[in-house]
């Protein structure tokens, strides 16, 4: 497992959604120098930590942990086909409509 690479990917998301380090240590509950060390890859991180700290950074733990971003993609659209399946039709039109728009109203605020 290469801590660096899942240290780098942490401050990444951490940036993204504007925290600092003491920010997301405290919301984590670590200590800010603790933090740092995820971040370089000097330390490594407990499950609970990582659990807490994509939570806190609103991901998978796989985002955290994994490279390849097409892999939690791909279990998403598996998710979504999952539930399309489970509807009828005109219901299935329906979701997808919304979904279009939704990402047009994401498109246009982003």
């Known amino acids: 497992m290469d801590y660096y690479k899942i ?4 401050r990444r998301l951490r940036k993204a959604c504007g925290f600092s380090q003491e920010q997301l240590a405290e919301k984590v509950g670590i ?3 603790h933090m740092s060390h995820i971040e370089t890859g000097n330390t490594k991180l407990s499950l ?3 659990v807490e700290m994509a ?5 998978s733990t796989d985002e955290l942990l ?3 971003p097409n892999s939690v993609k791909t279990l998403i659209k598996q998710e979504i086909s999952e539930l399309l399946d489970t509807c009828s ?3 299935a039109k ?3 409509e919304t979904i279009k728009s939704l990402k ?3 498109d246009k605020y982003n």
């Open 31 to 33: 200590s800010v120098t």
């Open 7 to 10: 240290g780098q990917r942490i």
């Open 94 to 96: 329906i979701l997808i």
């Open 89 to 91: 039709e005109k219901d």
């Open 66 to 68: 994994y490279d390849n």
């Open 55 to 59: 939570e806190t950074l609103q991901v």
């Open 48 to 50: 609970p930590v990582l």
């Open 104 to 106: 047009m109203s994401l």
